[in-house]
């Protein structure tokens, strides 16, 4: 088996869609590493266990190829955003919020 680190901002879907090629593989990165939760924050320190045949290989090789990683977690910063600056208050006209 491999190892990997998660990246930052990278929760366990991006990390099955990155090392597998689709999210329906999460469950076997659960499995592997004797975690039971898919909530859980990924620690950036701690290596999880990979190395499960891809299940969907062109998409493994595009995110290679590329050297993408994808993270789609949201930030503290933009965790605050979200909370504090959403909703009508803060829509622009033509931009977020649309007439028609």
Not at 16 to 34: A, R
Request: proline letters at 2%.
């Amino acid at each position: 088996m491999e190892t990997i680190k998660p990246q930052e901002n990278q929760n366990i879907f991006d990390l099955s869609l990155q090392e597998y090629g689709s999210i329906e593989k999460v469950f076997d990165i659960l499995e592997d590493n004797d975690k039971f939760d898919l909530t859980e924050d990924l620690s950036v320190y701690k290596e999880l266990k990979t190395g499960r045949d891809a299940f969907k290989k062109d998409i493994v090789e595009y995110y290679n190829s590329r050297n993408l990683k994808p993270a789609t977690d949201l930030t503290d910063e933009e965790q605050f955003l979200m909370d504090n600056f959403s909703g009508i208050d803060y829509m622009i006209i033509e931009d977020d919020f649309i007439i028609y």
